[in-house]
């Protein structure tokens, strides 16, 4: 007791285990799945054991199927994601800054955020049919909302003191824009956008499993299909994956954007 | 010349009548005076300041700046400081104190007042840093040196040491004098604090509360540098402190 008392208290630990911890889980869990199906345990045919999902990722990394379809899918979001963030800003900051822009939007507001982007997307094939743009379209509506709805409540938030400090130094509206409220409006504007990629990465698989021919969405729906677990596999983990890399990428770009704002997540 | 607090009168509407919150208001505060207002809190005296700077409007009566009529903040006539320092927490002191610039200056001008103003509050070697990362009593310092970098004719100081510990407190009344006596500038400080407003004050004006109402004028006839544990400081001190306080009567058995 004593002993681990001391291995708590030692620096090295403590820095190690930043990147430690996180590890054992998936290691274990790993472990687990493996023992489980050399135990037979586990139906294989329905969940292949690890080494078989190995051996599928090296030869779809060999053909170049899934550099394919991730980047098909990657260039889509990242296609929607603009058009989303971009007027989800522009309405946002105008919602935020002038109360009868927000009043006629609310009720729209009110009525739309609800539905969820992917039951737009019948309607969207619909009109648009089935090639590229009813893809952007729903990831533009997945992550429009996030990124609207925080940039209204940053704009909001700028402290009125300030503001008032503002007016004693005769500052115009462009300048009390620029040096005052969207700088204070960022830190929320980034949750947004946060949020908003994480439903734009989640709308276009959605939206490929649906109608597409490419792309990790219709990688999976087709291993199902065809009955390729492994596949399958392999599609659902680089869709976590490769979500999981964009949230790391969006945070270190808020940390270095943020530079002056001190928060739980941040400080991470 | 100097500045005239005219009659002001300040009335807050309310559901049924209105809440009268300064009453007659009249004082003149000579050009290169330091004058001291001192209240309990709720007495108006943050109010008074707001209509001094033309943030708020008197429901009556009129801030007269040499001769001319103030209504609206104007840089050049009256600058102001805060309780709080009011800091853009993105902005480096030097970005900070040059967001107080309001007149169209060139890039070297700029530069130069921002720097002379860096080194007169004795922030030299902290330009670039940010807020979050400097002590109240400096946060403040960058506050008045963005206050004074239009170079105001009146400086009002609102409660500005109020969230400062004693002996930084001490520190920056000390340092607020020695630029008031190098700048030469007309200063009102509101104030709780008895002691602040006699250790910075030409004259201490007392202020009675619900409505605000000047109670009494008291001109500190002390020579500067002021020494707070001199007898006749605590002649001023008792003085001020019975426009506040009953002074308890003891049975005289109890007096030793």
Partial sequence: MERLEKLLAKKEFGKNNG?????????????????????????????????????????????????????????RVFEGYAVGVILGLLLGILAGLFKPVYQLLSSLIGMFRPIPAIAMIPFLILWF??????????????????VLLNTIQGIKSADTKLLELARVLEKNQLVVLIRII???ALPSIFTGMRLGISHAWACVVAAEMIASAVGVGFLISYARELLQPDVLFVGVASIGLIGWAIDIVMLRLQKWVLYWHVSEETTK | MGLDIKHIYKKFPMAQNSLSVLEDVDLTVKDGEFVSIIGASGCGKSTLLKIIIGLDKATAGAIVLDGHRIDKPSHNDVGIIFQESRLLPWGTVESNIAFGISDKLTAAERKKIVADHIEMVGLKGFEKVLPSQLSGGMQQRVSIARALINRPRVLLLDEPFGALDAFTKINMQNELLNIWQTEKKTMLIVTHDIDEAIYLGDKVVVMSDKPGRIKDV??????????????????????????FFKQVKRPIEYQI
């Fill in chain 1, 129 to 146: 049919g089935i090639d590229e743009t009813p893809k952007i379209i729903v990831i533009a509506i997945g992550s429009f909302w996030p």
């Fill in chain 1, 182 to 184: 969207l700088p204070a």
């Fill in chain 1, 19 to 75: 990147i430690f911890l996180p590890l054992v889980l998936p290691v274990l869990l790993v472990v687990i799945w493996k023992s489980g199906c050399d135990a037979n345990l586990i139906n294989t045919s329905l969940l292949p054991s690890p080494d078989h999902v190995i051996t599928a990722l090296v030869t779809m990394l060999g053909d170049g199927s899934l550099k394919k379809h991730i980047i098909m899918s990657t260039t």
């Fill in chain 2, 218 to 243: 008291i001109p500190i006839d002390l020579p500067r540098p002021r020494e707070r544990t001199d007898a006749d400081f605590d002649y001023y001190r008792k003085k001020v402190y019975e426009k």
